[in-house]
């Protein structure tokens, strides 16, 4: 099994349901040591394989959402654009770091798929609303970020699992609240399924980058340190939900740090 070149085929594909085919097929592979003996020549992807919308647009300039029913069901959108995003994130951490453990590619072969899923629930529902994704702009942070970190396997274990996807997991309690009391409750079970799948991803990214941190002989906190200012120039965004960074293997340290040096930006 070529892995590494059965990941790029998926993180390039533009068709959205053979992408998340083939990163199906990809984690019911029994992946054996001797499959990460075929290495590929590594290439900077600015954009991964998707299909033409949506449109992809700054932050600033990205669709105002607000508490109408358009305007949550924008925020359905929103989210299903992340979990896409995050399908191709998994896949790329796969492909573009070949000299990790096999472990490693397990467990981010596992992010993928569960990915996937939550990239389909989040599609059907639109689709059962009227919409589709690809009917509204989205903007492309999470993915940006994927690229600014693609020179090491630490920098990026360091800034998208434990601070992007670890993002989520602060605001998506006030976010299922909102739809709780919506229209569309059906998310709240979608949420819930997302909430508890992203507790163990970012555990995922915390276990390789101390895993990182040790062989390097690095401190945890002093480098984490580094790379917020390195790569973002300002403080973390709180409040954090401690709770859900904790059981995602957070050290009361790092929480620590996290409060003492946070933006108070909400």
């Known amino acids: 099994m070529q892995l590494f070149k059965l990941a790029f085929d998926a993180l390039m594909c533009i068709d959205v349901s053979e992408k998340i085919s083939l990163t199906q097929k990809l984690n019911k592979h029994q992946i054996k040591s001797r499959d990460l003996k075929s290495k590929l020549s590594v290439k900077k992807i600015v954009m991964p394989g998707r299909p033409l919308k949506p449109k992809l647009v700054n932050f ?3 669709p105002k959402r607000d508490r109408s029913d358009f305007g949550m069901i924008k925020n359905i959108h929103a ?3 992340i979990e896409f995003n995050a399908i191709n994130l998994a896949l790329d951490a796969v492909y573009r770091f070949q000299d990790m453990p096999l ?3 397990l467990d981010w072969l596992k992010v993928a798929n569960e990915e996937a899923v939550h990239f389909s629930l989040l599609s059907n529902y639109l689709q059962e ?3 589709q994704y690809g009917d509204f702009d989205a903007h492309n942070g999470l993915w940006q970020m994927t690229v600014d970190t693609d020179y090491d396997v ?8 434990r601070v992007l996807e670890a993002r989520g997991l602060d605001v998506t309690p006030s976010i299922r609240t909102k739809f709780k009391d919506s229209n569309f409750y059906k998310m709240v079970e979608i949420l819930d399924i997302i909430y508890r799948d992203e507790i163990g991803h970012v555990k995922i990214g915390n276990y390789w980058y101390q895993y990182l941190c040790s062989e390097r002989k690095l401190d945890p906190i002093s480098t984490f ?3 917020i200012k390195k790569h973002i120039g300002s403080n973390l965004r709180g409040p954090f939900n401690k709770k859900a ?3 995602s293997n957070f050290s009361q340290a790092e929480l620590d740090y996290l409060e003492t040096t946070r933006n108070n930006k909400t």
């Open 245 to 247: 960074r904790l059981l």
């Open 60 to 62: 600033q300039t990205s």
């Open 103 to 105: 472990q490693y590619y």
């Open 129 to 131: 609303l009227g919409c």
């Open 225 to 227: 340190d580094s790379l």
């Open 154 to 161: 630490l920098s990026r274990m360091a800034l998208v699992p």
């Open 79 to 81: 989210i299903c654009h």
